[in-house]
């Protein structure tokens, strides 16, 4: 079989990060420690670079390639330029933890990219297999980062059990797409849907094919009762690698879900929406009810990301191109606010501490009145509190539930979103009205202020004009 030459520019961002990966894993070996800055400069411009490439290459309609393993739509190039950005704020938050952890190497950063480059795979992956393959070579990067800190037992640990059950979760998905491959005849996305609409009466091997799939999906996506790895991988991991974990994999395992659930099995929607509904109920009761008890702020946004989890699922139940495009912008949303949360982590963390624990942001406001703001505007926004974004992006989903005609489903939601926001708001507790216990001066880069900074301001500004965002998520599914 050949391949014509220009099937391959639609690849070209891929092509350009696999590329600047080895470049960089061959560089780092030329770098002392002192020297080690000029990797971290380099991956952040192939971010940006990347960024670049893929936004000059949005096509105007849809191309696929490569036998049909491989699509370039609006959707692809809206998520991979938002992994980009999540990419690079992790990448400036992180420096200078790394540095005085002595975990400033170029491993760090190859792993990084090497995660980046599977996310994209999975973005735009047009058959079972490319969605498989990127989600290994993302889940390979991620076990890796998680262990990183060698000497630490807990990571260790964190990485083991992360390991195991995203081992397990694999098997479960790549069971899944093997039985679809057997009802189907095919692992193309595109002729998997053609097969399935033309079939009258859904044969019990598309249906349990249809079960493993959505329970992989869930597994990675960290939804109850597939949710035992979130806490002690967030917990466990060095915050930097914690920070990475928990925002720009969210997109692409929204990808995953829209490419499988949607586009692949669309018109199965009426079995596997009851399964997405029984995810998003339990984890939106476990994730908020659980935080409550947590005192390690790591903790507490693991469970807080299996509560969001859960609104993801409610836009894509919802079974409607509104409900689609709500859950990508909550999605977006989620990245954006799960960046500024670990962030502001790592900002009050020091050589030697970790500010881990809810009582290490007690008298914020007296240490730094603008970073408590910072912080109080990202716990609004994780809360649903008006103006900040995240309102909107609940907002959205849940106009998408009740148009859907799940009026009960959304009543729900908005309980559990109350009595979530009680864990949200012990922070700013503490923050205004407790003494602080530890009055050390807030030591950070000035490039991580600044992006921190514009990080929370953006969640703001955002949160009072979302129609710009709301709107490119819409046009992209159109």
């Known amino acids: 079989m050949t391949v014509a030459l220009s099937e391959f520019v639609p690849l070209l961002p891929e092509i350009f990060v696999l590329t600047m990966t080895c470049a960089i894993l061959i560089i780092d070996l030329y770098l002392t420690d002192r020297t080690r800055h ?4 380099l991956t952040l411009l192939s971010m940006v670079v990347a960024g670049l490439i893929t936004f000059l290459g949005m096509p105007s309609e849809p191309e696929v390639v490569l036998s049909g393993t491989y699509i370039n739509d609006k959707m692809a190039v809206l998520l991979k330029l938002f992994v980009f950005l999540t990419t690079a704020g992790v990448l400036v938050y992180t420096r200078q933890y ?9 491993e760090f950063y190859v792993l990084v990219m090497f995660a980046v480059l599977g996310m994209m795979v999975m973005i735009s992956a047009h058959s079972m297999l490319t969605i498989y393959l990127g989600l290994e070579l993302l889940s390979l990067a991620l076990y890796a980062l998680v262990a990183i800190q060698r000497d630490s ?5 964190a990485a083991m059990k992360y390991f195991v059950l995203g ?7 790549l069971y899944g797409m093997s039985m679809i491959y057997g009802a189907t005849g095919s692992l193309d996305l595109a002729e998997i849907s053609q097969h399935i609409s033309q079939v009258q009466d859904k044969d019990l091997v598309l249906l349990l094919g249809a079960v493993f799939i959505v329970v992989g999906l869930a597994f990675k996506l960290g939804a109850v009762p597939f949710h035992m790895w979130v806490p002690d991988v967030y917990h466990g991991a060095p915050t930097a690698m914690t920070l990475f974990i928990g925002t720009a994999p969210k997109i692409a395992g929204f990808a995953m879900v829209m490419r499988l659930l949607v586009e692949g099995m669309g018109d199965m929607h009426f079995y596997w929406s009851d399964f997405l509904i029984a995810l998003a109920i339990m984890s939106m009761i476990v994730g908020n009810v659980v935080a409550i008890a947590q005192t390690n702020i790591k903790r507490m946004l693991a469970y807080s990301t299996i509560a969001h ?12 191109v509104e409900g689609y495009s709500a859950a990508m912008f909550y999605t977006i949303v989620y990245a954006i606010m799960g960046m500024a949360s670990f962030g502001m982590i790592i900002l009050l963390s020091r050589s030697g501490f970790e500010a881990e624990n809810l009582s290490d942001f007690k008298g914020l406001n007296d240490r730094s009145p603008w970073y408590a703001f910072i912080m109080l505007i ?4 994780m809360a649903g509190v008006p103006p900040a974004l995240g309102f909107y992006a609940k907002l959205a989903v849940l106009e998408a539930v009740v148009n859907a005609g799940f009026v009960w489903l959304a009543v729900l939601a908005v309980i559990f979103s109350i009595v979530g926001a009680f ?3 012990r922070i700013i507790k503490l923050m205004y009205f407790d003494k602080a216990e530890d009055n050390s001066p807030i030591e950070a880069t000035t490039d991580m202020r600044a992006v921190l900074s514009a990080n929370g301001v953006m ?3 955002l949160g009072l004009f979302p129609g710009g965002l709301m709107a490119l998520c819409a046009s992209v599914l159109v």
């Open 38 to 41: 000029f990797t971290y400069l």
């Open 98 to 106: 790394l540095a005085e952890r002595g975990l400033f190497k170029g």
């Open 153 to 157: 037992s807990v990571a260790v640990e």
């Open 167 to 173: 081992a397990l979760a694999s098997g479960m998905l």
């Open 309 to 320: 989890m859960g609104f993801l699922f409610l836009g894509i139940l919802s079974g409607t």
């Open 378 to 381: 990202i716990m609004f926004s």
């Open 423 to 425: 864990y949200y708001l």
């Open 459 to 461: 969640i703001l500004l």
